[in-house]
């Protein structure tokens, strides 16, 4: 998005070499975010003197046949089925890369994120919560780390199963990769994103195809979790914890920031008692969620 903004012109950009244009992006990138990340080295290559238009395409025909083996699709931000949330943040991704189910316009949508090593009262609360939730329609919206998130996933999945088999309609889950859809990560967790596409569900990413996790990928996916949705929920999340960034930046898009009942004491609660020092939302059960979402209970 930002080197559309920048530049007009396809020859704009041919005139420049790799190196530069990933300096351009990294600057932009921390301009909008204060964090100076790289953008996916392998669509850059820093050792290539010159790159041109047709070396773009030629690699995004290839990507093209990949993603049609795979089951992947993509949608522009100029298209009607890009998720309308996400465009209004600040630094939306010009295109997402999907298995799966994009979820309707207007849908209800939560993120549940958390601690990879929760408390046993914790993992209870999430699921527990993203079950009800998705029983009520709300879309659960998580990022596929062990701990909170694929507790919250399987809530969902859950809910979606039982309200089948009931002939309900529970929401579907939808999980924000640190990585390329191709590349589940963790691989222990290959079965629930299996899992999460068989129950028209979604897996969503703005990298393309062959795109492996970095370091980087995870804090900048974030901002999608958040993105997607009106409210977050943290539960349960320590100083340093991941979760946190998706509460920034959900402060930065102007959406809801929720915590999870009380903040659990110890090391992996400490993100929390601070946030709700700070004076964020404290919920005790899905009603108080489903309110702060302004839906009828």
């Given at each position: 998005m930002y080197l559309c903004e920048k530049f007009e012109r396809e020859s704009d950009l041919t005139a420049l070499t790799p190196a530069e244009v990933k300096r351009i992006c990294a600057a932009g990138r921390a301009l909008r975010t204060g964090r100076g990340e790289a953008v996916n080295g392998r669509i850059f290559d820093d050792k290539a003197k010159s790159w041109s238009m047709d070396d773009i395409a030629s690699r995004a025909r290839e990507d093209a046949v990949f993603m049609e083996r795979r089951g992947i699709r993509w949608v522009s931000i100029?298209?009607?089925?890009?998720?309308?949330?996400l465009r209004e943040i600040y630094d939306p991704p010009a295109v997402l890369f999907y298995r799966?189910?994009?979820?309707?316009?207007?849908?209800?949508?939560?993120?549940m994120v958390g601690t990879r090593k929760p408390?046993?009262?914790s993992l209870r609360w999430a699921y527990e919560a993203a079950r009800d939730l998705s029983l009520a329609g709300v879309l659960v919206v998580s990022g596929l780390a062990t701990g909170i998130d694929a507790m919250a996933h399987r809530g969902a999945l859950d809910a979606a199963a039982g309200s089948a088999g009931a002939g309900g309609t529970a929401a579907p889950t939808v999980s924000v990769f640190g990585s390329s859809v191709d590349y589940v990560y963790p691989a222990s967790n290959r079965s629930l994103a299996r899992r999460i596409v068989a129950s028209g569900g979604l897996l969503l990413?703005?990298?393309?195809?062959?795109?492996r996790p970095a370091k980087w990928t995870f804090p900048a996916r974030n901002r999608i979790i958040s993105g997607l949705c009106r409210c977050?929920?943290?539960?349960e999340a320590g100083e340093k914890?991941?979760?946190l960034i998706t509460a920034d930046f959900a402060l930065e898009q102007n959406r809801s920031?929720?915590?999870a009942g009380d903040p659990v004491d110890g090391a992996f609660g400490a993100g929390c008692r601070k946030l709700a020092e700070d004076g964020a939302k404290v919920v005790h059960k899905p009603v108080d969620i489903l309110t702060e979402l302004g839906l009828e209970i």
């Open positions: 100029a298209e009607d089925a890009y998720p309308p949330l799966g189910v994009l979820p309707q316009s207007g849908k209800p949508a939560l993120a408390g046993a009262a990413s703005e990298y393309p195809p062959g795109t977050t929920v943290i539960v914890s991941g979760a920031l929720c915590l």
